[in-house]
């Protein structure tokens, strides 16, 4: 990330904590104008053009996206007034704040990284529906009723939209990359961080609290924990914050031991 981009995302981030009348209803409208803008090379140049006059982009703004709330069009402006690193770069940030516009009204604290993260799991450990999802040949709109069909009325109108901008507009990444990252953007906003916990069998309630607080004690923040059972770990629990992975499982152990006596 180009110092610029560094410089107008943290611009973005501290509009969008000040701004008002900031609800799902403009985090979804920014998420389409990304894809708009996304979908017009010409339009992306204009709004990104490091010589652009500032009030030249903003009031391009205004007229290509009349249509948007004030809270939602008063943030777009704010971000093509910054100077960006690359076209490539005011595109992530218009997604990202678009998913913490998001995130913030969410229903229910954690719902957007546990939902995010079981439709990354339901897609990935089926070959057909990520391909049918990750091709591109499919069209934005059979994308979006797959998502439709596979999130139902089971998850939040929240995670709903952000998996569905996700799909329609990946920008060359995987389905569980642009998963991850976007739980872990969601998670950022409420000031925590995510750990994926893997163990041989379903946490009870005491263990899955002794885990967050020694991961919080670990990284210094609160983390989500999204759960993994996999029986073949025989025991212990197998950590994964960001890249960086602990593998305290019995069968990590059984696999070191085999190792040294194969030594």
Do not use: C
Request: charged letters at 20%.
């Amino acid at each position: 990330m180009g110092s610029a981009t560094r410089s107008a995302l943290e611009s973005a981030r501290t509009a969008l904590s000040a701004a008002k009348g900031i609800d799902l209803a403009a985090g979804e409208q920014l998420l389409a104008a990304a894809r708009t803008i996304g979908s017009s090379p010409q339009l992306l140049n204009a709004l990104s053009n490091p010589s652009a006059n500032a009030a030249g982009t903003t009031a391009l703004v205004d007229t290509v996206f009349s249509e948007l709330g004030a809270a939602a069009r008063g943030l777009l402006q704010t971000m093509v007034a910054s100077r960006w690193s690359s076209g490539d770069d005011l595109l992530a940030g218009i997604e990202e704040i678009g998913i913490r516009a998001i995130a913030a009204n969410a229903p229910t604290d954690g719902v957007i990284e546990a939902e995010l993260f079981e439709f990354g799991r339901a897609v990935t450990s089926d070959a057909e529906l990520e391909l049918a999802i990750g091709s591109k040949r499919g069209t934005a709109a059979s994308k979006l009723a797959l998502v439709t069909d596979l999130l139902g009325s089971r998850a939040s109108a929240h995670s709903r939209a952000i998996a569905g901008h996700l799909v329609q507009q990946p920008r060359g990444r995987r389905i569980g990359e642009l998963v991850r990252s976007a739980a872990t953007t969601a998670a950022d906003t409420a000031g925590k961080g995510i750990a994926t916990v893997t163990v041989a069998a379903p946490l009870t309630a005491a263990q899955r609290s002794n885990v967050a607080a020694s991961i919080a004690s670990r990284y210094g923040r609160e983390h989500v924990i999204n759960q993994i059972v996999d029986p073949s770990l025989i025991g212990g629990v197998r950590v994964q914050v960001g890249d960086e992975v602990t593998d305290g499982s019995i069968a990590a152990r059984l696999n070191d031991l085999k190792l040294q006596l194969a030594g």
